[in-house]
T-cell receptor
């Protein structure tokens, strides 16, 4: 069966520090991968998606970036965090764009 | 105006009551998802549907493509159903567009 992992589960970082959140999927190959953010009191927002290694589509301009160095690994990064980057970050995968997306457990990020 | 609107934003019900959550959207879609987000933040996909009706246990989801409207029903609600229910639509391409969510509290 397929599983999706995210780490860390929670993170407290100072403004201006770098960020690296990791997402890995097991039990499937060539998944579509997604990064979402849920800011406090707001809905989910798609940040990035990837249909293959090295292929990243950005939905929202911001100081975050994403990379897919391996088939089942998706990384969300920032060189310098802003206060507004605080939120709950969710990774998801699907077998292709027509199929259900399955969400990871999420990473709660607090930027102080 | 958001592309995906949910109502109500908040809902409180007594255990056993029938609950309905509505989702309206303004774009053409290929599929609609209902998601459940628990207090800890974890999200579970409940349904994906593009027409008609789906049922899973006490949950029923319906969609009317012509009216651009979907409903999620919870029959015989239980306190463990307390969560945020999120409607999301898949339009062109890969991305989902999310509604703001409906916070449901079921009291024993």
């Amino acid at each position: 069966s397929q599983t999706i992992h995210q780490w860390p589960a929670t993170l407290v970082q100072p403004v201006g520090s770098p960020l690296s959140l990791e997402c890995t999927v097991e039990g499937t190959s060539n998944p579509n991968l997604y990064w979402y953010r849920q800011a406090a009191g707001r809905g989910l927002q798609l940040l990035f998606y990837s249909v293959g290694i090295g292929q990243i589509s950005s939905e929202v301009p911001q100081n975050l970036s994403a990379s897919r160095p391996q088939d089942r690994q998706f990384i969300l990064s920032s060189k310098k965090l802003l206060l507004s980057d605080s939120g709950f970050y969710l990774c998801a995968w699907s077998s292709d764009w027509r199929e259900t997306q399955y969400f990871g457990p999420g990473t709660r990020l607090l930027v102080l | 105006k958001n592309e995906v609107e949910q109502s109500p934003q908040n809902l409180t019900a007594q255990e056993g009551e029938f609950i309905t959550i509505n989702c309206s959207y303004s774009v053409g879609i290929s599929a609609l998802h209902w998601l459940q987000q628990h207090p800890g933040g974890g999200i579970v996909s409940l349904f994906m549907l593009s027409s008609g009706k789906k049922k899973h246990g006490r949950l029923i989801a319906t969609i009317n493509i012509q009216e651009k409207h979907s409903s999620l029903h919870i029959t015989a609600s239980h306190p463990r159903d307390s969560a945020v229910y999120i409607c999301a639509v898949k339009a062109a391409g890969n991305k989902l567009t999310f509604g703001g969510g409906t916070r449901v509290l079921v009291k024993p």
